[in-house]
């Protein structure tokens, strides 16, 4: 599967699927973007059970305010709707394989109760 365009209007539709988003946030200019992009693009051949979608921070610059993006390229992983990961730097091939590797391995009930706790603790801060 290669990577798809995620827009304002596409975002939230596309991380709330079932199973493993990657999103790609990044812009032309950016040269550790443009090294990330096919690293980004083979993983998405190979890993075909999981969407990779990249976000062109300059187009939609209110999507990358709303996932408060300020430094680029930053790669978010989503499981089943929830944020799991979210860190702004190119990744080379072993450390995004790693990361793949890592989401795939989540306890999502465990991810779920955690959320619960969390913000559960917040709601009484």
């Known amino acids: 599967m290669a990577t798809v365009e995620a827009t ?9 699927e079932p199973g493993i988003v990657l999103v790609d946030f990044w812009a032309e200019w950016c040269g550790p973007c443009r090294a990330f992009g096919p ?3 083979a993983a998405s051949e190979v890993h075909t059970d ?5 976000v062109d921070t300059e187009a939609e610059r209110e999507l990358a305010a709303r996932a408060s993006i300020t430094s680029i ?3 978010m992983a989503f499981r089943d709707g929830i944020l799991v990961f979210a860190q702004p730097g190119a990744l080379p ?7 793949i590797t890592a989401v ?3 306890d999502m009930d465990d991810v779920r109760r955690q959320l619960e706790t969390e913000q559960a603790a917040d709601a009484t801060g």
Do not use: H, M, N, Y
Not at 8 to 16: K, N
Not at 93 to 99: D, R
């Open 93 to 99: 091939a072993p450390a995004l394989e790693q990361l």
């Open 8 to 16: 304002v209007a596409t975002f939230d539709e596309l991380v709330d």
């Open 39 to 41: 690293v980004f693009e």
């Open 50 to 54: 999981i969407s990779f979608a990249k």
């Open 73 to 75: 390229p930053t790669l």
């Open 104 to 106: 795939r391995g989540l």
